[in-house]
């Protein structure tokens, strides 16, 4: 069984005014034995069909197979309600407890000394307290996968939009290392298969500017680059517009970002190298109903555990060549295999 409880939510990505919808209790699972059990505690809201709702789906799955329940809180997008929503939780009956991003690393260093009877863990941050299990991505393996497309892409011939420019591009949200992971990846890509592919990068300076995201690639494909990757969060409808406007190819970071890839009737997001958060709160859910939830530890997961792939979409199938989409899947599986490294430097 599941129970919700939403404190905030906001009315679209990237608005500044939040509208509060209510005010959780940190109520604990209705039924059963409360330790069997595990509460997530989103510092934002569901429905965006990435990151959150992955691992929604992650704490839903792995609870669903361990026969426990679930209590999910989405805070919403205002910092001060975020520690006593985590408050609560604590006090409450689950002993599991999940939070995500860097923005919460503050708060659960916090939460984990004052309560150090209960387990917790966080994804995509790493806290480092003898009762939090830490999970981390390896978004340069995401961001290596969208730069190999590109790169094979812009060499090739006959490819719709691809004129051979020698140019792409690459849009990152913020300048912090997360970020900076999916760039350099996506730079190595780009050079492990087509050296002489000049890569474009900028950063928006936030995660919710279209208008910014925009202006940049716009000003990308006016120095020639035929495919831009975006890794901005909100700030992606604007590339996707701009490649759309400049009629170029886009490549998404979220799956869910495949299913409508028209803008303004103009196909544009070819496909998305995306990394799923789902894989890895399901194996954390599954570890604590074990009892064996590594404490302490942090563990990064990517291609080798199916949290990071490319989409293949409808319109990547209709417009990548047979022969690019089939050496785009051989060097995935190299990085599953752990050749990542040695693909960078070409041993």
Do not use: H
């Not at 497309?149 to 691809?162: F, M, P, W, Y």
């Not at 803008?263 to 009892?291: F, M, R, W």
Request: glycine share 12%.
């Amino acid at each position: 069984m599941r129970t919700r409880s939403l404190i905030a939510a906001v009315s679209a990505v990237g608005a500044a005014a939040l509208v509060l919808t209510g005010c959780s209790g940190g109520s604990s699972p209705a039924g059963g034995d409360t330790s069997e059990s595990v509460a997530m505690l989103v510092p934002g809201t569901a429905g965006d069909g990435g990151f959150f709702d992955q691992a929604i789906a992650g704490v839903d799955a792995g609870a669903e197979e361990a026969g426990w329940e679930t209590q999910i809180v989405e805070a919403g997008y205002e910092p001060t309600r975020w520690q006593p929503a985590l408050d609560d939780l604590a006090n409450g009956g689950s002993d599991t407890i999940i939070t995500s991003t860097f923005a919460m690393v503050d708060l659960l260093t916090q939460a984990a000394s004052k309560y150090p009877d209960k387990q917790f863990a966080i994804f995509d941050a790493v806290v480092d307290a003898p009762n939090v299990y830490s999970i981390t991505y390896r978004y340069d393996e995401t961001g290596f996968l969208a730069g190999v497309l590109a790169g094979l892409l812009e060499t090739a011939d006959g490819v719709e939009r691809i004129d051979g420019t020698g140019v792409v591009g690459v849009v990152g949200g913020q300048d912090i290392p997360t970020i900076n992971d999916y760039i350099t990846g996506f730079e190595a890509g780009v050079e492990s298969v087509a050296p002489d592919v000049t890569v474009l990068k900028a950063y928006a300076g936030s995660f919710a500017d279209p208008v910014k995201g925009k202006a940049i690639a716009a000003d990308m494909i006016a120095q020639g680059a035929e495919i831009v990757f975006t890794a901005s969060g909100g700030t992606d409808t604007g590339v996707f517009e701009a490649a759309a406007e400049g009629n170029v190819w886009a490549i998404g970071n979220a799956e869910v970002q495949t299913e409508s890839p028209d803008i303004n009737g103009t196909p544009v997001i070819l496909t998305a190298s995306t990394t799923s958060t789902k894989e890895s709160v399901q194996d954390a859910v599954l570890q604590a109903a074990d009892g064996a939830l590594p404490l302490g530890e942090t563990r990064s997961f990517g291609v080798a555990d199916g949290s990071i792939w490319i989409v293949e979409s409808d319109l990547y199938t209709q417009v990548v060549p047979q022969a690019i989409r089939d050496r785009v899947a051989a060097l995935t599986e190299d990085v599953a295999a752990g050749e990542y490294e040695s693909l960078l430097t070409g041993e």
